[in-house]
């Protein structure tokens, strides 16, 4: 209400004065540009030789035109205020209703109501306003959401590697479970807890763009050599052939080794838990305009459509039973899309249902060995 009756008072006295001013102005020129008609009228009457009737007549001129003046200026006078107070009464109500709604809007989203929207009253700055308001409290509801669901997922998640581990306790406790068998149970469960945690804390840090980058000229197809390198033994036995096409050399690329090799492993990982056996998994590289394409594709059994737009989302799963089943922990590539941004890329994903699925990413060329090339 304060700020309704500040706007009201300086619409108002804005107003009052410039009527005022007008007034003034009135009463000061208007007589002037009279005078100067009434002494030429004056003159030609008294060459007529009527100089007292016509010096009596400017006199009674000039009285009249100042009385009409200040008469009629005085008779509007009133109507001018009312019109004025109601312009300073409606444009002081509109700002402050805005004002008052976005004040109560904010004290119930600190207080948690992020579902909260606002009417847009105008289509001006205020509304614009309105609708600023209204896309926070949509962020903040999205937030808010996901931080739930983030809980219940790490609940979730912890949820099976803790009974485990009471199992065993359990099972220790009552003699009927040797201690080497029940060390190698709490130890494998201790490993799946500590990789969900140091996944998260790496998610953490990749959605807060805290990621300490060491960037550097490296050989696309060297990268890729070396991931396969790493991953041979696991494909091998699980009975998938991982394929590394040669093709020519290519510009290096800037980016973190260590870190490219994470999105690498991440992909191959996540590859391998979904082709089958006898399947194929291809490693490429390719240069497009200014960056390297690197991409992963399998022969797996391809991700529905529907789901292609979710799975760089923290704990989206497409199969959740599987996934959890196979030690996934759900962040993986999440973490990719993070990296590889980080390094200035772009992450997508490829698939038809039945035939399997390609993921790309792309890392800039190193311009300091580039130019011209």
Do not use: C
């Not at 007549?57 to 003046?69: A, I, M, V």
């Not at 929207?117 to 609708?131: N, S």
């Not at 308001?133 to 997922?153: C, S, Y």
């Not at 469960?189 to 140091?198: F, G, I």
């Amino acid at each position: 209400m304060r700020l309704f009756l500040k706007l009201f008072a300086s619409h108002l006295l804005v107003a009052l004065l410039a009527l005022l001013l007008l007034f003034l102005l009135a009463e000061a020129l208007a007589p002037r540009f009279y005078q100067g008609h009434v002494a030429h009228m004056y003159q030609a009457f008294a060459m007529m030789g009527g100089g007292v009737m016509a010096e009596a007549l400017r006199q009674d001129l000039e009285e009249g035109l100042r009385s009409t003046l200040t008469t009629a200026f005085l008779a509007a006078l009133p109507f001018a205020a009312l019109g004025a107070a109601l312009t300073a009464f409606f444009a002081s109500f509109r700002i402050a209703k805005t004002a008052r709604l976005l004040a109560e809007g904010s004290r119930k989203m600190a207080a948690g109501q992020y579902n909260l929207r606002l009417p847009l009253l105008e289509r001006d700055e205020l509304g614009e306003l309105a609708l600023a308001f209204n896309r926070l409290a949509e962020a903040l509801e999205q937030v808010e959401r996901k931080r739930v669901e983030l809980i219940g997922t790490v609940a979730h998640e912890l949820r099976t590697p803790l009974s485990a581990l009471q199992g065993y306790a359990e099972a220790l406790g009552d003699g009927v479970l040797e201690r080497e068998r029940a060390a190698e149970g709490i130890a494998r469960e201790v490993r799946a807890m500590r990789r969900l945690v140091e996944d998260l804390s790496l998610v953490s840090r990749v959605e807060a763009k805290a990621m300490e980058l060491h960037l550097e000229a490296l050989d696309p197809l060297a990268l890729l050599q070396e991931a396969a390198e790493r991953f041979q033994d696991a494909f091998q036995a699980k009975g998938v052939a991982l394929r590394l096409p040669s093709k020519g050399p290519l510009a290096p690329v800037l980016a973190d080794r260590e870190r490219v090799f994470q999105v690498l492993s991440n992909l191959l990982a996540n590859a391998l838990r979904h082709t089958p056996e006898g399947g194929e998994v291809r490693l490429l590289a390719e240069r497009k305009e200014k960056e390297v394409v690197f991409s992963v594709e399998d022969t797996g059994s391809g991700i529905p459509p529907e789901h292609l737009p979710h799975i760089f989302e923290r704990f989206y799963r497409v199969d959740p039973a599987r996934s959890r089943k196979e030690g996934g922990t759900g962040v993986g590539l999440t973490i990719a899309k993070g990296l590889v941004e980080a390094m200035g890329g772009r992450i997508w994903a490829e698939s038809q249902v039945g035939w399997g699925s390609a993921f790309r990413f792309t890392l800039p060329l190193y311009l300091g060995l580039t130019k011209g090339g």
